[in-house]
């Protein structure tokens, strides 16, 4: 039988920065994680390279069923405490856009840094360890594991979401929160690609890895980054960013010329240039192939004509459909490849300020298991760090 303070299921970003936490106030400390290696999310993000966190964090870039839960964490661990911990272990990073931070080597570097403060503080981390069966004992747990059994009296479940199973990801915390009879919010995908109508990918075929600048909207909110057409869909930035809004059935809008009132710039170039055609003005700010496929999709009986035999009602209804373009997913790719799970453990069944659970004292949830969500950009690393730092001074 092992005993210690505290045991944390999950060694991924939350799971190991709570183990530091916790381990540098004195406590004993082990983070048990069933895969063959930890911190697997934190090696594949990123493009490899890890968006560990965004100089611009607040508490407006993360969905909840409680807006106002993540407030209390992100004020007590910012953006600028992990960036010193970063610098504390001289890893090289840069701004990308947008605040995004990015090791400029590769994400083991946080993977290594994280075990690093681990060991000093005397935290173990044990990968292969599956946990059988977790038990209420006196006031704290006795989990079986495949490495035997364990007593704490603390539990921090850290087992993050559905997102990516080939890399590990359970539905275990919820499972663990259900056990204990605590409410669960469904689960859904977010930050991932869509998926269209095999006629409209029949309609797009060929423009796979073709991308534009564009601004995209669903249910009250929009996003302004790249849409990247895909084999299966759209994908990109801003799409990513929308998926964590959308619903089944949901139409979205796309507003391809962002920057300009595209009726009036149509009118502009008739008068200037009246023999220049609609798809060479498209062409000016999307790439040709796609101004060629669309003009030839949704006006291809304005194509051939010069600006000057366009009626105004042409050009308004390519402004429209240019400005308005809306479109119809028919899902998203799901779990396979997005890159967080909107929903899990409802955070009205834990403290904001601990993360303890308000029925079970003694069991916490944090990072990603939990009903918070980030945008793309590095949040949801910074709520990993902050909800896992958090914990660890409470425990
Ligand atoms: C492809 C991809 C790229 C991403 N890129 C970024 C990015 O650049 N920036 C950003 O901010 N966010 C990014 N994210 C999101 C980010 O990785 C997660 O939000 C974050 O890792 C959540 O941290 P967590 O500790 O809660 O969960 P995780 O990091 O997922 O860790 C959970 C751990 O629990 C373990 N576990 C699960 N079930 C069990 C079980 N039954 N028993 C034992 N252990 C278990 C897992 O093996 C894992 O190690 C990306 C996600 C993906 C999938």
Known sequence: ????????????????????????????????????????????????????????????????????????????????????????????????????????????????????????????????????????????????????KWTCSSLVIATGGLSIPTMGATGFGYDIARQFGLKTLDTTAGLVPFTLTPNLLEQFEGLSGTSADASVSCNGTHFRENILFTHRGLSGPSILQISSYWRPGDTVEINLFPDIDLYEHLKLQQKERPKSHINTILAETLTKKLADRLADLWFSEM??????????????????????????????????????????????????????????????????VLDVTGHLGGFNFQWAWASGHACGQEL
Request: hydrophobic share 35%; charged share 25%; glycine share 10%.
């Open 1 to 148: 039988m092992q005993e210690r303070d505290v045991i944390i299921i999950g060694a991924g970003a939350a799971g190991l920065m709570c183990a530091i936490s916790a381990g540098s106030r004195g406590k004993s400390v082990a983070v048990l994680d069933h895969a063959n290696k930890v911190g697997k999310k934190i090696l594949m993000s990123g493009g490899g390279r890890c968006n560990f966190t965004n100089y611009y964090t607040e508490p407006t870039n993360f969905l909840s069923g409680n807006e106002h839960f993540c407030k209390s964490a992100l004020s007590r661990f910012t953006q600028w405490d992990f960036i010193g911990l970063v610098e504390k272990h001289g890893i090289p990073y840069h701004e990308k856009k947008l605040g995004q931070l990015f090791c400029d080597n590769k994400a083991k570097d946080i993977v290594n840094m994280l075990l690093v403060e681990c060991e000093a503080v005397n935290s173990e981390v044990r990968t292969h360890c599956s946990v059988e069966k977790v038990e209420r004992q006196g006031s704290g747990f006795l989990l079986s594991t495949n490495q035997g």
């Open 303 to 368: 194509k051939d004509k010069p600006l000057a035999e366009l009626s105004n009602d042409a050009l308004q209804t390519v402004a429209t459909q240019c400005q308005s373009w809306q479109l119809k997913p028919t899902g998203t790719e799901g779990y396979r490849t997005a890159e967080v799970t909107l929903g899990g453990v409802d955070t009205d069944e834990v403290s904001s300020k601990t993360f303890e659970s308000k029925k079970v004292p003694g069991l916490y949830f944090i990072g990603e």
